[in-house]
């Protein structure tokens, strides 16, 4: 904010900060650098006040309801995305003209930077580079970040050039202006200087990738370009292939080792892709040898995907992955072939990112797993996908994400397949679906609808973690039951904590949290109710059982006046006098309240209730995990007698934020649920034989 602006008044920072910051901040920048401004503003304003009140609301609420709470400790405030309005309630679907006008905005604002800052954000640290980045970077010219690590600097530096880049791409290809096409061709030729194109510990891998892309894109195209500028850009990507790209190619992607899930995560495969894309744009001799390669790698990743391997690394690693295969594909002349062999695989993943966003913000995904909100590759991946299927459906949520939040790769996406946002869209079918790594059931897309998101972790790749049956509860635009959504890389209480027990709610027994991500997916359905259902077996999770254990959970969602979704964990055979502990994760600035043994979260509008008919929630079981950047867990414990029994939870939406919770009657295998407001009429979950 400029030095002779007046001061702000408190009362206008309360009546929308969101929008006043916003305001505030450059129309044109990046989806991602906005809410990492928004944040960094909410938490230099914050001194305790507005810590459960930035941006008051997602999209058409006011939140008001949570006490006042310290700032955030650590890095920054994972409930931001949730809390910070990007557009009014009922908006329309956005329009070609909004991302027209989205990249003049954002070139307007990259043309007046002289230097780019870049937020760390797993880490809090904010880094100015020089513009244009005429040298790599060295060990010395950034901190140490994690200990005994070398921390991705490189990585978070070319995600924000890559969207730059792409932003003035497009605003001198689609828009005719010379000035941002000059600026592009500078800061390209100027990675002539650049040693390599390596990680700081000087491994190809996604630095390598992002750079390949950016001057993939701008050289695929030789119009107009300055010619010693051209001649100096692709000196540096030839240099990029033949220096840094092709030796690494021979080694990890020899013949001799065989393809497993584990070699196809995402860092190499992002490389590959890119690269192949680089070599061929450029004609090089090395483009045939790793445009098969490329192929075959993704004839098996897609194979994995639908097989027994449960092959994902999460929506938002998954998203990360496809905008480099996607834009690969984008030029590959047996791209409908491809498309053929791939298509359940490919619509696995837009069933993915459809089903597992939070009801009224599509742009957020359930924080299952490491779900970072920052990481939005997955939207050019999806548009591309959905414009070749013609999937209407993909389409029909994507034009409900914000524009400020999708990245102009996404932007200009749409763009190019304008026809398929111009033709009739259709929802999606809210219906119960197994995924890779988990479960949804959920009524909708809208913010009034309830989506239920159950963790089926069974493959041991990473950004995943050993948390079957763990649930998550999205409502409102907040995700009311949660999870951290991240894994910290830096050793501490914050890394203890994201992949602890005390993060998740699957049971804990005898004190051991799972070890294994083997759950077993029993049953996914619908009866004739309209209640959706799944049934995961975790027995296999957990390491040392007796012989013959079992541990089962199975969950419902039930629609209507009172939304309910109701947990029922099975034992089995454990032994005598055995603990269960569970822990229960609340939004960061819910506010929490105990009644007559229930748990009441509220947003000062509407509460979610917790309740479990064993034993009533006290406000002593509360706590604030020394690692938790915002959310409180409340602990459980329970025994079970000779070894086995039942444990039920009921987590009730009351969207008229009443102070009475339902009433909840254990009925032999059956639970009956009542109203507040009409205690004799029940609706009973369960029932039926033992698992």
Known sequence: MPANSPPLAMSTLLASPATHLRSTLPVATSCARRLTLLVRCSMALGCGLIASRLGLAAPGTAYQGAAAQPPPRLAYDPAAYELASFGPAGAKPWSQRDLQQAILDRAAHEKRRRELDVYYYRIGYTIAFRLPVAKRPT?????????????????????????????????????????????????????????????????????????????????????????????????????????????????????????????????????????????????????????????????????????????????????????????????????????????????????????????????????????????????????????????????WLLSGVPVNRLPTAAVSAAREHAALFASALTAPVAAPREHPHAVTLRTGWSARDVATVVSLTRNTMGHLQADGGHLVLGWQGRFWITDPGYRQYRRGEEQTYTLGPEAHNCPVIDGQAQKKPASRLLDVDTDERGWQHAGVDLTACYAGLPAGALVRRDVWQAPGDGAAVVVRDWFRSLRPAAEIRTHWLGGTHLAWTFVRGWVRLSDGERALWLGTPSGGLVPSALNRHPGSRGPLTLTHTAHLGAGEGVRWWVLWCDPEGGWTPPTITPDGERLLLAHPARPGVDRAFGGGPGP
């Open 139 to 395: 060990r010395e010219d950034v901190p140490v970040g994690i200990a005994n690590t070398t921390y991705p600097w490189l990585i978070w530096l070319s995600w924000d050039l890559e969207d730059r880049w792409r932003t003035l791409h497009a605003a001198w290809r689609s828009h005719g202006d010379r000035e941002a096409g000059l600026l592009l061709q500078r800061e390209l030729a100027a990675l002539a200087g650049w040693d390599q194109f390596v990680e700081l510990n000087n491994q190809t891998g996604l630095v390598t990738a992002h750079v390949a892309a950016s001057l993939s894109l701008a050289l695929a195209d030789a119009n107009d370009w300055e010619p010693a500028l051209l001649q100096q850009a692709r000196a540096a990507a030839t240099a990029l292939i033949e220096r840094d790209a092709w030796p690494w190619f021979a080694k990890y992607w020899s013949d001799a080792e065989a393809h497993t899930p584990r070699r196809l995560h995402n860092i190499p495969v992002i490389a590959l892709a890119r690269a192949a894309q680089l070599a061929r744009v450029l004609g090089s001799p090395r483009a045939e040898d790793m445009e098969k390669k490329m192929a075959d790698v993704l004839r098996t990743w897609c194979r994995f995907r639908t097989g027994q391997e449960y092959h994902t690394e999460g929506t938002a690693y998954d998203g990360y992955l496809m905008d480099s295969v996607t834009e690969w594909m984008a030029g590959l002349p047996s791209r409908a072939e491809l498309l053929r062999e791939c298509r359940d695989a490919f619509r696995s993943l837009a069933d993915e990112w459809i089903d597992l966003t939070l009801p009224g913000r599509p742009d957020l995904h359930a924080p299952v797993g490491d779900v970072e909100p920052e990481m939005m590759f997955w939207s050019p991946a999806l548009v591309r996908l959905a414009a070749w299927s013609e999937w209407r459906d993909a389409a």
